[in-house]
């Protein structure tokens, strides 16, 4: 699968790489959840986008949605645990991500899913990732972003303003504590010009 991608200027379409994950700012929500930012993290993002929106075996999904089944708004592909990621880079920054947030976390991240938003149609709605132990237990979701930016909201199930973030084109969006339990987030669908997208969801074991 192709896609048209006008790459940042900032970023480039060098060999992808990491930076460091010492300048992450994190932002205390309240009630045990928290966001950490870090933008720009992979450098080379724009080539990698290229790379994983031809080669990766990108998927549709339906889904039953009250007494109808309707097409899911994104492509997808999962990658459990085990299974050999579509580019070295996404090894080497689960490996980085599980180093730095394992002492918190208490365990390694093991999974990957992959969602490619192709324009500003392709959504995902407001929910948690509480299937398993995100229901629960405190877990974290990294989430790095490439291609053009997308708005990432972020809402508390009791109500209350929301948050808003825009990342793409390299960065880094870590939920951790209760944020599954007592936030929601959303990529909402926009009617403005944006270009594709896609992002990497690093979970631990029992996350979904």
């Given at each position: 699968m192709t896609a048209w991608l006008q790459g940042s200027l900032l970023d480039g379409f060098g060999e992808a790489a990491l930076g460091s994950l010492a300048s992450t700012r994190r932002t205390d929500l309240g009630d045990g959840a928290w966001v950490d930012l870090r933008p720009g993290w992979l450098t080379g993002a724009d080539a990698l986008f290229e790379r994983l929106a031809g080669e990766v075996p990108w998927h549709a999904e339906r889904r039953p949605m009250y007494d109808r089944v309707v097409d899911v708004p994104r492509l997808?592909?999962?990658?459990?645990?085990q299974a050999e990621l579509p580019d070295p880079i996404l090894t080497e920054a689960r490996a980085a991500l599980s180093a730095h947030y394992g002492p918190e976390l208490g365990e390694p991240f093991r999974t990957a899913g992959l969602c490619f938003y192709r324009d500003g149609r392709d959504s995902v709605a407001w929910h948690g990732d509480t299937i398993g132990r995100g229901a629960t237990h405190d877990t974290m979701v990294a989430i790095v972003s490439l291609g053009a930016p997308r708005a990432l909201l972020l809402r508390p199930r009791r109500g209350g303003a929301?948050?808003?973030?825009?990342?793409?084109?390299?960065?880094?969006l870590v939920m951790g504590g209760s944020c599954q339990r007592t936030w929601e987030h959303a990529v909402p669908k926009t009617r403005k010009p944006v270009g594709p997208r896609i992002s990497i969801q690093f979970r631990p074991r029992g996350v979904r």
């Amino acid at each position: 699968m192709t896609a048209w991608l006008q790459g940042s200027l900032l970023d480039g379409f060098g060999e992808a790489a990491l930076g460091s994950l010492a300048s992450t700012r994190r932002t205390d929500l309240g009630d045990g959840a928290w966001v950490d930012l870090r933008p720009g993290w992979l450098t080379g993002a724009d080539a990698l986008f290229e790379r994983l929106a031809g080669e990766v075996p990108w998927h549709a999904e339906r889904r039953p949605m009250y007494d109808r089944v309707v097409d899911v708004p994104r492509l997808l592909c999962f990658y459990p645990e085990q299974a050999e990621l579509p580019d070295p880079i996404l090894t080497e920054a689960r490996a980085a991500l599980s180093a730095h947030y394992g002492p918190e976390l208490g365990e390694p991240f093991r999974t990957a899913g992959l969602c490619f938003y192709r324009d500003g149609r392709d959504s995902v709605a407001w929910h948690g990732d509480t299937i398993g132990r995100g229901a629960t237990h405190d877990t974290m979701v990294a989430i790095v972003s490439l291609g053009a930016p997308r708005a990432l909201l972020l809402r508390p199930r009791r109500g209350g303003a929301s948050i808003r973030y825009e990342i793409g084109h390299g960065d880094l969006l870590v939920m951790g504590g209760s944020c599954q339990r007592t936030w929601e987030h959303a990529v909402p669908k926009t009617r403005k010009p944006v270009g594709p997208r896609i992002s990497i969801q690093f979970r631990p074991r029992g996350v979904r």
